[in-house]
Structures are given as C-alpha cells and as structure tokens.
C-alpha cells in the first residue's frame, strides 16, 4: 500500500507558477513511478507528467512539456510538479499518482491522491 498526499495549490493569477508536491508513504514508495494528473469540471482526467522511480526517467503530455517539469527526492519521498506561466485552462483539480513495479512508463497507476485545487485567474 502507498498514501499520497499532495499539497500545494491554491489561487494564482495569469502567467504565475506554482509548485506541487506529492508526499507518499507506505512500503515502497521509493520505488514507485509516479505521475501527476489533472480534472477540470466536465473534463476527462488529464496525463500531465510522469516520473521514474529513481527519476532516470521522466515524460510529459506535449500540451505542459514546456512549461511543467517533474522531479522526484526520494529521501523525503516526495514527487514535485513545478508549473510555470500557468492560464486558466491550467485550472483543475491536480492528483498525484503512483504505480509500484518495473514497467516504464506504467500503463496505470493503482495509487491515487485526494488532490489539490488550482485556480489561475485574474
């Protein structure tokens, strides 16, 4: 089993950043891969970016590649989302998650975070 915890959001104006963290426990965690995801309201569940469970990999969805970057320290078992020149589009909820096993990249995550709120508006 792995707990996630993710933290971090809140309001923030047009062009702003944010940085989000996905605190996890439980056996495993450190070798985990972890992705971080996104739902707006009436919107399907979004891929944003995904981490390797030693961070030797990473891959991001083309639409935050530029402006999203995700790393990983597992000595305090955390996963970081920084966004960069957020828009309103960015507004959503944002869920950490986490897949326990060697594949790269997972096909699924089986571990799934409460989610933090993200608001970019002016």
């Known amino acids: 089993q792995i707990q996630l915890v993710e933290s971090g959001g809140g309001l923030v104006r047009p062009g702003g950043s944010l940085r989000l963290s996905c605190a996890a426990s439980?056996?495993?965690?450190?070798?985990?891969?972890t992705a971080w995801f996104r739902q707006a309201p009436g919107k399907e569940r979004e891929f944003l970016a995904a981490t390797s469970w030693l961070g030797a990999h990473t891959n991001y969805a083309d639409s935050v590649k530029d402006r999203f970057t995700i790393w990983r320290d597992n000595a305090k078992s955390t996963v970081y989302l920084q966004m960069n020149n957020l828009n309103p589009e960015d507004s959503a909820v944002y869920y950490c998650a986490a897949h326990l096993g060697p594949n790269w990249p997972p096909s699924q995550y089986e571990y799934w975070g409460q989610g933090t709120q993200v608001t970019v508006s002016s």
């Open positions: 439980g056996r495993a965690v450190s070798t985990s891969n």
